[in-house]
């Protein structure tokens, strides 16, 4: 298929940029101290903070990554979402936004100086400011890659622009900037891939039609084969599909990570920040039709052919000229100089990986698929220009609000945890305003080169999935029991998070997925102990090690150490703080119902899709 | 703090749709909507929908305004009666 932009395009995308620029520049004004650029003065309402919360998570991952894992295991994925990310996000909302909200944290690290010490501050403030960095860099790297192949556009140009007009619009509008381009890009989002989702069911003939076209019941049914690994593609069972994703690395991620906790932080009240990740969870419930489906139709569609007689009588002035090329496409020598992306030895819509004289990669006999490109090639294939314009849009619009939230969230933990703890801590609010801007810049600029150093290494997404299990899991065992065991103590929460780390280095050295090398795959401490059935089994197990280490450790070093006395503890400790009280509210708007009809929203959608 | 997010995201895709269904209406009948969205202008449809969108959204974004500006008149109003009541 050849992917051929038209002006229209490229207005409906300038138009994009114009409004996100401007954004920035109009915010700018409110911008006068510290608090109002990394917290936005924590005054958004909860509907637009719910909004952002969902959006800066829904980076580049997100959008292509779901489509992948949509097209390589089936509706499965959707576990991401309704087992992984929902029963964590009302958690974060009923359970941990009263400490963060309550304690008058100005970020993760900070509410773990408090609770804990400073050591244990230190060491979240390093890792995550790496960890947010490097995840930034990598969207980066994606975009451009992408940008290169469906527009043509020169990989360094795509890098810089992106940069560029991210860099601009939170440098002048701070969090407040960046949280109105996600809402901004939550509906970009929602809107571009709805006609997409549409006319691809309608094509393949619904969901029925979508399931006979496919054949493998395993890849429509989201727990039936979750009896044993060999039952269904992801090569899980449901125990530690249930205890790795759906506990420990889902809650570890949406329970400490910064980046979305930024976005509750911010909110006009306690109920308000409580509310966020609630409000974020209904619209999240629905992603999976629009994220997940175009992954699994990519696989099962034919690309588009023009009858010859059409052929003849278009203008070529009109986009038949580019339909006719994608009629030719499977005739096509493999990523030709013209553009042409050949679909020769892939499935359906999804091409092959390609090594660098352009053949497809072949692994054991079988050609290696490219399933990132799965989603894009559904734009390219369904929307006509005008649309499609809309589409890469809203494409660009996930990896821009990723790598802001990314930004945003290091801007701050630099400023507040670093700068301010360790360097200058007597400095005016001024400077650290003006710190906050200088970090943007450099943060984005390190970006920048990470997106360039991974561009050097085959499989930099898998190290960043890797990094973040080393890191969340285990950070989710130290919170828990920050948040709710009082006895809890720094020393215990600062051996307990090094050596769930460890644990989770030492457990991914020594196992190997099905079919791998040793290597960034694991085994590279010399023997493999034990192979799993896939990468997901042993990043899961990966997950459930790190985070049971670093609780048991915490727990026994706890018990050895001096606790502190609890009226230190007041508002950071669950036994010691108050019962939040929702003033103001109608019934249907307090969390507590709000968690209560999502939950049981999930538990219809995962019978539905059994 | 700031001003309602509901008039950007109003303005953009009230640009959007008259953007993409404007060119959806230019190009009625084109080969290229029979070999991508199965012979569906879906940019005049969808152009459509995202004006009907925008207009909601900039309808709520007004409500707002003129309901902060009654909110600050009345307060204003009782201020004065306070101060000076006859």
């Not at chain 1, 580049?60 to 991401?80: C, L, N, P, R």
């Not at chain 1, 997404?461 to 006895?487: C, E, I, S, Y």
Request: glycine share 10%; net charge positive.
């Amino acid at each position: 298929m050849r992917p051929h932009p038209h002006w229209i395009d490229y207005a409906v995308i300038g138009v994009y940029f114009a409004f996100v620029l401007g954004i920035g520049v109009v915010l700018k004004k409110y911008m006068k101290t510290s608090t109002d650029f990394f917290l936005s003065g924590r005054s958004i309402p909860a509907w637009i903070t719910g909004l952002a919360f969902l959006s800066a998570n829904l980076g580049a991952q997100e959008v292509i990554g779901m489509g992948a894992s949509g097209a390589k295991y089936g509706i499965a994925t959707s576990h991401f979402y309704w087992v992984g990310a929902i029963p964590a996000m009302v958690f974060v909302g009923l359970f941990m936004m009263p400490f963060y909200y309550g304690s008058r944290a100005r970020s993760v690290p900070e509410y773990l100086k408090l609770r804990f010490d400073e050591k244990t501050r230190g060491l979240n403030a390093i890792s995550f400011a790496v960890m947010t960095v490097f995840s930034s860099g990598v969207s980066m790297y994606a975009m451009g890659k992408l940008l290169q192949l469906l527009l043509g556009w020169n990989f360094n140009a795509a890098i810089i622009v992106s940069a560029l007009i991210v860099l601009a619009y939170t440098f002048l509008g701070g969090l407040t900037s960046a949280i109105y381009n996600e809402v901004l890009q939550f509906f970009l989002i929602v809107i571009g891939f709805i006609p997409l989702v549409y006319l691809g069911l309608k094509d393949v003939g619904g969901w029925a039609g979508l399931k006979a076209r496919i054949g493998n019941d395993a890849m429509v049914h989201s727990w039936k084969y979750l009896g044993s690994p060999s039952a269904n593609p992801m090569g899980v069972e449901w125990f530690s599909m249930l205890m790795g994703l759906g506990f420990v690395l889902s809650f570890g991620y949406w329970c400490t990570d910064f980046l979305v906790v930024q976005r509750a932080m911010a909110a006009d009240s306690m109920t308000s920040a409580r509310r966020t990740p609630l409000i974020a969870a209904f619209p999240k419930m629905l992603f999976p039709f629009l994220v997940i489906l175009p992954g699994m139709i990519a696989g099962v569609v034919s690309a588009a052919t023009l009858s010859s007689d059409a052929r003849a009588g278009a203008s070529p002035k009109t986009e038949s000229a580019r339909a006719a090329n994608i009629g030719a496409a499977n005739m096509v020598a493999p990523s030709s100089a013209n553009g042409e992306i050949s679909l020769e030895g892939g499935k359906g819509i999804i091409p092959p990986k390609v090594d660098e004289s352009g053949r497809p990669l072949v692994k054991e006999g079988k050609v290696v698929l490219d399933y990132d490109l799965a989603t894009p090639m559904m734009l390219v294939r369904y929307f006509p220009s005008g649309l499609l314009g809309l589409g890469l849009c809203a494409l660009m619009a996930s990896f821009m609000s990723g790598m802001a939230g990314n930004t945003t969230a290091f801007n701050s933990v630099w400023t507040y945890d670093i700068y301010q703890s360790y360097l200058n801590k007597t400095a005016t609010d001024e400077h650290y305003l003006w710190m906050g801007r200088a970090s943007t810049v450099f943060g984005l600029a390190i970006s920048v080169a990470a997106a360039y150093v991974a561009r050097q290494f085959n499989n930099i997404m898998d190290v960043l999935q890797l990094v973040f299990a080393f890191v969340n899991a285990p950070l989710f065992a130290t919170f828990l029991l920050g948040m709710f065991w009082k006895r809890a103590t720094g020393n215990g929460a600062f051996c307990g998070l090094l050596s769930g780390t460890a644990a989770a280095a030492v457990h991914h050295g020594l196992t190997l997925p099905a079919g791998s090398v040793p290597g960034v795959k694991g085994g590279f401490l010399g023997t493999v102990v034990h192979q799993y059935p896939s990468e997901m089994a042993q990043n899961f197990w990966t997950a459930i090690f790190a985070w049971t280490t670093c609780f048991v450790v915490t727990i026994v070093i706890s018990l050895l150490t001096k606790p502190r006395p609890d009226n230190e503890l007041k508002g950071l400790v669950y036994a010691l703080t108050d019962r939040p009280k929702d003033v103001g509210l109608e019934w249907y708007e307090k969390p507590a119902v709000l968690a209560a009809v999502v939950l049981s929203m999930l538990v219809v959608l995962n019978w539905i899709f059994w | 703090m700031g001003f309602d997010i509901r008039l950007p995201i109003g303005m953009m895709f009230l640009l959007f749709g008259l953007l993409v269904a404007g060119y959806g209406a230019a190009t009625q009948g084109d080969a290229m909507y029979g070999v991508h969205s199965l012979g569906i202008n879906i940019n005049l449809w969808w152009g459509l929908a995202m004006i009907i969108f925008a207009s909601g959204m900039l309808l709520l974004a007004r409500r707002g305004a003129l309901a902060l500006r009654s909110t600050i008149a009345l307060a204003a109003e009782q201020d004065r009666k306070r101060h000076d009541p006859k």
